[in-house]
T-cell receptor, first 113, second 112 residues
Framework: DAGVTQSPTHLIKTRGQHVTLRCSPI?????VSWYQQVLGQGPQFIFQ???????GRGNFPDRFSARQFPNYSSELNVNALLLGDSALYLC????????????FGSGTRLTVV | GQNIDQPTEMTATEGAIVQINCTYQ??????LFWYQQHAGEAPTFLSY????GLEEKGRFSSFLSRSKGYSYLLLKELQMKDSASYLC?????????????FGKGTTLSVSS
């Protein structure tokens, strides 16, 4: 069975550019959460989506946005990239918004230069 | 506010026992997770404590005291492959929604 898949695995972008990261949840999971993990830190919550609706949002600027599609896959978009956005972006899927059974993907390593 | 504290680094030798402590202060709390994360990889689930007490799972055990806002992860019979970062995370409703609030992680180095 496929786990949580994220693409791309690595990405290098220039300051000011825009980036789109993608996540496919485990089959049957309807909720997707996004986390940002800066080197040497724990993951920080960005968004949770369930049934295509935003169910939670962490303390991130409006440059960060996300959406969930009818097949429950999700995209995270970041505009006007800053050097500080360099991080590992993790996607986690769960059965529902209130389910604590999270499974994490391997992440997308974003480097902003 | 939300605050999760755990030691930054710990070292131990193969075959030993190590205890990684975690204290938490969160506005809403349902339970406490422990994850293992090897460098460059995804966090993998180790344990989830909802009630006070000790949960044992093979070489790994996790303890929770809700009244003290305290948890620990106990690793027995350490192996080299246990060298990793161990993340403590509180789960529950907060102003951001229902989400995991992670500590900064404890890097455990196991030597022979």
């Amino acid at each position: 069975d496929a786990g949580v898949t994220q693409s791309p695995t690595h990405l290098i972008k220039t300051r000011g550019q825009h980036v789109t990261l993608r996540c496919s949840p485990i089959s049957g999971h309807k909720s997707v959460s996004w986390y940002q993990q800066v080197l040497g830190q724990g993951p920080q919550f960005i968004f949770q989506y369930y049934e295509k609706e935003e169910r939670g949002r962490g303390n991130f600027p409006d440059r960060f946005s996300a959406r969930q599609f009818p097949n429950y896959s999700s995209e995270l978009n970041v505009n006007a990239l800053l050097l500080g956005d360099s991080a590992l972006y993790l996607c986690a899927s769960s059965l529902s918004a209130g389910s604590y059974g999270y499974t994490f993907g391997s992440g997308t390593r974003l480097t902003v230069v | 506010g939300q605050n999760i504290d755990q030691p930054t680094e710990m070292t131990a030798t193969e075959g030993a026992i190590v205890q990684i402590n975690c204290t938490y202060q969160t506005s809403g709390f349902n339970g406490l997770f422990w994850y293992q994360q090897h460098a460059g990889e995804a966090p993998t689930f180790l344990s989830y404590n909802v009630l006070d007490g000790l949960e044992e799972k093979g070489r790994f055990s996790s303890f929770l005291s809700r009244s003290k806002g305290y948890s620990y992860l106990l690793l027995k019979e350490l192996q080299m492959k246990d060298s990793a970062s161990y993340l403590c995370a509180a789960y529950g409703p907060n102003q951001a929604g229902t989400a995991l609030i992670f500590g900064k992680g404890t890097t455990l180095s196991v030597s022979s």
